[in-house]
């Protein structure tokens, strides 16, 4: 038991680590104070795709693959204490994820487009 604890409390400690390491990397692209209604830079789409998307993917493959051991585990003994501690880092790793879309999103201004006119043959 003491065994499972430990491997348990390690596996929080890693996932507190990657929400906090995911957080820190995604303010780079976050809004700045004024800038508000600005586009942003020409290479956040490749950042967000190849630095965090793969950063969460990694996290989802390891704690989808946490998850089947916990319900092997929560079959076999009946205690669920396992099952609520995956559902308590799941709702960690979404709350990141809604922090890191709240901030980081952009409305961007009209003055910024570009104003397109059709002329349509009467």
């Known amino acids: 038991m003491r065994h499972l604890l430990c491997r348990s409390s390690r596996w929080i400690l890693l996932n507190v680590a990657g929400t906090a390491a995911y957080l820190q990397l995604a303010s ?16 956040d789409a ?16 390891l704690n989808s693959a946490a998850l089947f051991f916990i319900v092997r585990r929560v079959r076999a003994s ?3 204490v396992s099952l ?16 890191d879309h709240h901030r980081s999103f952009r409305v961007i201004d009209p003055q910024y487009g570009i104003e397109v006119v059709l002329e349509l043959d009467a």
């Open 78 to 80: 009946g205690n669920k």
């Open 46 to 61: 490749f950042y967000w795709l190849f630095v965090l998307v793969s950063m969460l993917v990694v996290f989802l493959a």
């Open 28 to 43: 780079t692209l976050w809004v700045l104070p004024g800038e508000e209604g600005t586009p942003s830079g020409a290479g």
């Open 84 to 99: 609520a501690t995956w559902l308590a880092v799941a709702a960690l790793w979404v709350g990141t994820v809604t922090y």
